[in-house]
């Protein structure tokens, strides 16, 4: 479930398989709920409930090289963004220039 928003109970549960897992009996918090509010407040975890009173987690990877990928796909996305919006402006003034050559439109001062 790396990144992804999954209900509690099924992490939960399927910690409880393992022969070794630690008992919730055993901890501080005496409840599932407790317990995720626990992971929101601390930002271990992204924590929200739905209308019907299910918790949802989603596991914050804080992970060095995790960030690191995480840094350079935002950076591809902005470049991709900012190429789509240079071609956007490109294509906005070659519109402008045609429109002025065939005398339908009065200059613009600045496309932007």
Do not use: C
Request: proline content about 2%; aromatic content about 8%.
């Amino acid at each position: 479930y790396r990144s992804k928003r999954v209900k509690a109970t099924i992490v939960y549960n399927e910690h409880i398989q393992d022969r070794h897992h630690i008992h919730m009996n055993s901890t501080a918090w005496v409840t599932l709920t407790a317990f995720v509010k626990y992971l929101g407040k601390e930002g271990k975890a992204e924590v929200d409930q739905d209308e019907d009173g299910v918790w949802y987690i989603k596991y914050i990877d804080r992970d060095p090289e995790a960030l690191k990928r995480q840094e350079m796909r935002d950076k591809m996305e902005a470049h991709a963004m900012t190429e789509a919006q240079r071609e956007e402006r490109m294509l906005k003034k070659m519109i402008q220039a045609a429109k002025e050559m065939e005398g339908d439109v009065a200059p613009v001062e600045s496309v932007s």
